[in-house]
């Protein structure tokens, strides 16, 4: 082996870029280089290929539109869910969920006994979604006018009306009805149900009911008819008191509606979706002081001699006379609630408290109660009735024409005198104004010319002028009862004041109401003021029973076997309500009984009487009589069975 190292070879290194302009350039006349070609695949003989055009672009293209859209989408779905979102959120929840109120159920109305005189039943309030009556939900063009054709003999509407309400538009709930009975529904449920099963099988038929629901309200019925119907009331189509103790309690009846909300598909509720539902609350049943069967008894009697006496109307109350509550308050003509559209308008109130008319004779008691009260006269006075008298510009006479009656003052009113009361009510005062004032304060502290207190709707305080605007003949028409006005709730009350001893105790109608958790609350305690002593009203009985019981007396007919009756009849001139002139007559009757001891007062009278006799003692009187009667029995109140009074009607001069 040699020591010495073999020769190394020459390794080629990497090659070097070539700088641009390191090349040489050929020289002028040298030949071109020739490029080099690079080996590739051996050509192969056969026809020439085709080759494509590139796809890149078209993808590029195509990428590019995809994400125009894409971008699109993206900025829609930004407004939809965050610029717009509580808008949309809104519309779909408006669309989705559906409100509506829960009806309170009306409280009852019963008499003092718990008998029911206004109730409330189960009904339907016929709805309906209009969404589903459209060209599109029901794949025909006049589905409403079909619908319209089935429904509107069932509901007793016009066909034009109910296919109106049923092309309402941008609402999904109409009210076709309200407070139907249950079998209407029925009638509109069985229709609906052979609609769908035709349409099941015949893929032709068209159900156009599917859109129709109910809603469960109740409606008010009254079941006594027309009885009590001007105390009452009625219930109008928006559930609200219309008119009487329906209107005046109308907050304490009907409760507080309630409310749900739920979410709905097709007109229907979607019981999984949950809902928010705020109960409703019962109204409080309202229990009165009337006597049914009391109540009846005054009803058929003013009808009956309303109807004979072909007048225009007339009312009759019974009070009880310690208590101040109302037994009765019965108006003829009267109405049925069932029913209002064929009531007569102008019988559609409480004429018993709405009307106010001039009293005539039956206001004599408080002349008389001022003249005692105030020491001037007694009973036994004596009175020289003339056959006229001369008082300011009138020339005044008594009902007949007579001589002169030597009557006691006890006698004036027996026979009903108005020559006679002048006399006596001009003794009040040292001149004719003192005595006015005089007997003014009395009138006032009797009642008239203030609300009764009962708060009835449209009742009437009558008319009373104070004593300096009196014309110079109310001066003396008024201590007789013409020339001021009153109602009949007023004129009872002031004969159930004498009968209470002198203290007038404001009348009621509401005994207490109660609540839907059955407690009983009961009436404010009412109002009393003392109007005349005790003896004056002693007195002033004794004298009332002279006008009944004494031959001479004007109130024969009202008349009671058994019993001591005060009593008091009235014919006064009365003013048309339509030429505001005097025509006709207001004939009355009031009274109480037993006249020793006083339980119940009833109070009767009559406008316009046309046929037969229109004197009070004469139609009136027999009406108080059957009511009286009526009332007694049905209190069980007994006869005293002490001897009356009799006092003297006349004297020899």
């Not at 779909?92 to 008998?115: F, K």
Request: net charge positive; charged share 20%; proline share 7%.
């Amino acid at each position: 082996m040699s020591d010495r190292e073999p020769p190394r070879r020459r390794v080629p290194g990497p090659a070097r870029p070539v700088r641009p302009g390191s090349q040489r350039r050929p020289g002028p006349g040298a030949r071109p280089a020739r490029p080099v070609r690079r080996p590739g695949p051996p050509r192969q003989s056969g026809p020439t290929v085709l080759r494509l055009g590139s796809p890149r672009p078209r993808l590029r293209m195509v990428g590019l539109a995809l994400a125009l859209v894409m971008v699109a989408f993206v900025v829609r779905l930004l407004q939809v869910q965050a610029v717009d979102a509580s808008t949309y959120a809104a519309k779909a929840e408006q669309n989705r969920y559906v409100g509506r109120t829960l009806a309170a159920e009306r409280g009852g109305i019963t008499d003092r006994d718990g008998v029911e005189l206004a109730t409330s039943v189960d009904a339907y309030d016929i709805t309906a979604d209009p969404t589903m009556f459209t060209a599109k939900a029901t794949k025909t063009s006049d589905a409403p006018e079909q619908a319209a054709a089935l429904l509107a003999p069932i509901l007793g509407q016009d066909t034009d009306t109910v296919a109106r309400k049923l092309r309402t538009k941008h609402t999904q709930y109409v009210r076709l009805a309200r407070r139907l009975t249950p079998q209407v529904w029925n009638q509109i449920k069985d229709l609906k149900t052979a609609l769908a099963t035709k349409s099941e099988t015949d893929k032709t038929t068209v159900n156009v009911l599917a859109g129709v629901f109910s809603e469960p309200t109740t409606k008010r019925v009254y079941p006594n008819s027309d009885l009590a119907a001007g105390i009452l009331g009625w219930v109008n189509a928006d559930g609200k008191g219309g008119g009487g103790v329906e209107q005046q309690l109308n907050k304490v009846l009907s409760g507080k509606d309630g409310k749900i909300r739920y979410a709905q598909s097709g007109g229907r509720q979607v019981p999984t979706a949950g809902s928010t539902e705020t109960p409703a609350v019962s109204g409080s049943d309202v229990e009165l002081t009337i006597d049914r069967d009391i109540q009846w008894a005054a009803q058929n009697a003013i009808t009956e001699q309303v109807k004979k006496s072909r007048a225009d109307r007339g009312y009759v109350i019974v009070q009880d006379t310690r208590t101040g509550q109302i037994l009765a308050m019965a108006n003829s003509p009267g109405f049925d609630p069932n029913d209002l559209s064929q009531a007569n308008s102008a019988a559609m109130g409480n004429a018993a408290l709405q009307d106010a008319y001039e009293p005539g004779s039956t206001a004599k008691v408080m002349s008389m109660a001022a003249v005692l009260e105030e020491n001037v006269a007694t009973p036994a006075t004596h009175v020289v009735v003339p056959n006229r008298l001369h008082r300011g510009d009138r020339l005044f006479q008594d009902d007949i024409d007579h001589k002169t009656w030597n009557l006691t003052l006890n006698g004036v009113l027996a026979k009903s005198s108005n020559i006679g009361t002048i006399l006596a009510a001009g003794q009040l005062g040292k001149t004719q104004r003192q005595a006015n004032q005089v007997l003014y304060s009395y009138l006032r502290k009797f009642g008239i010319g203030s609300a009764t207190g009962l708060g009835f709707p449209g009742e009437t305080s009558g008319i009373l002028a104070a004593p300096d605007k009196w014309s110079t003949s109310q001066q003396y028409t008024i201590p007789f009862g013409q020339g001021m006005s009153i109602n009949a709730m007023q004129a009872a009350s002031v004969y159930s004041t004498i009968a209470n001893g002198g203290v007038r105790v404001e009348p009621t109608l509401v005994r207490g109401t109660k609540g839907p958790d059955g407690r009983f609350t009961p009436a404010a305690k009412p109002k009393k003021t003392r109007v005349v002593s005790e003896k004056t009203a002693k007195t002033l009985a004794q004298m009332l029973e002279s006008v009944v019981d004494d031959e001479q007396g004007t109130g024969a007919k009202a008349r009671i076997p058994g019993y001591r009756i005060a009593g008091k009849t009235g014919t006064a001139n009365r003013v048309d309500p339509a030429t505001g002139k005097y025509h006709g007559y207001t004939s009355s009757f009031a009274g109480f009984a037993p006249a020793d001891k006083p339980r119940v007062t009833v109070y009767c009278a009559i406008q316009n009487a046309t046929k037969g006799n229109y004197f009070g003692g004469q139609i009136c009187g027999p009406i108080y009589k059957q009511v009286m009667e009526f009332a007694l029995k049905t209190l069980q109140v007994p006869p005293t069975g002490a001897p009356p009074a009799r006092l003297p009607v006349d004297f020899t001069p």
